[in-house]
């Protein structure tokens, strides 16, 4: 399992954070579960209003991220699953996301939570959920890492 060695951080105060999540709408489970763990994060780093966004797909998560970056959102949250089956499209997809996030972090400057599971069976997806007897709950940690992230680039920029 990929979370082990994880590191353990202390909740900081987000509050003046200006936070948006965009979540896709494929594998409704396992999505609910990612946004589950999103709403937990935020609560726990004291953001108490976020906007959320729905899209199609993992693959239409950067356009979304890069437009919400482009309104002054200080960390977005993307959110998706991708499950291999038996094309390559698994991979494509895969790909078209995490360069795309990547490239809306840098060229927005923005943090960019990387909620986007890609694995190979429905299993690993459930396990990594943050759902009731999830082994990992990587809305959570997204959304934590997001906003350590912002709060980092805002002590930059002073």
Known sequence: MSGDGAPTTEPVDCSDLRVAVVA????????????????????????????????????????????????????????????????????????AATDGLTRVALDHTVAIGFGVLTCDTDEQAFDRAGLEGSKEDKGYEATSAALLTARSIKQIRG
């Open 24 to 95: 896709a709408s494929w594998h409704t489970e396992v999505m609910d579960g990612l946004l589950a763990g999103t709403r937990r994060a935020l609560e726990t780093h004291g953001v108490a209003e976020h906007r959320l966004e729905r899209v199609p797909g993992t693959f239409e998560l950067p356009v979304v991220a890069s437009a919400l970056a482009g309104k002054g959102y200080d960390a977005v949250v993307a959110l998706g699953v991708v499950i291999r089956g038996g094309t390559p499209h698994f991979e494509y997809v895969c790909s």
